[in-house]
């Protein structure tokens, strides 16, 4: 959603971000369904339940590939590349301040980021995360 923000003109934003929403609901229902009508077909009851319903899963190998691939592709936006340049800059900035070279400063603050992002979330969101993980957990439990 956040790439689709950034490339859409601004006149047709809500229109393409809306196909993410309409493809992601009702266009990933659809194609499972297809999928797993397809295997139904082609095999019988018993093939299915002892090894057929592995083969739906299998089938998301190919799919998944691809995305991986296309996105390797996908050139960033401009924006994107200035705050990478602007923050790449202070990095380095910071890096030849404390007598470090700037990969050694990348690192310690790319640790600091992570270490500090979970001890905010653990800290300052304590029951959003439990009603998440309870919720999440009593669903699996109860379907």
Do not use: C
Request: charged share 15%; net charge neutral; proline share 3%.
């Amino acid at each position: 959603a956040v790439y689709i923000t950034e490339i859409s003109p601004r006149g047709r934003l809500g229109l393409n971000l809306s196909w993410i929403s309409l493809t992601g609901a009702f266009g990933a229902w659809s194609v499972a369904s297809l999928v797993v009508f397809v295997f139904e077909t082609l095999l019988t009851k018993d093939q299915m339940l002892l090894w057929g319903w592995r083969l739906p899963y299998l089938s998301t190998i190919i799919p998944g590939a691809a995305v991986i691939i296309a996105r390797g592709s996908l050139e960033e936006t401009q924006e994107f590349e200035d705050m990478a340049r602007s923050k790449g800059a202070v990095v380095a900035a910071n890096a030849g301040l404390e007598g470090g070279s700037q990969s050694q400063g990348s690192a310690a603050v790319g640790e600091r980021a992570i270490g500090g992002t979970f001890t905010e979330l653990f800290r300052h969101h304590k029951l959003p995360l439990l009603v998440g993980s309870l919720g999440t957990a009593v669903f699996g439990v109860l379907s």
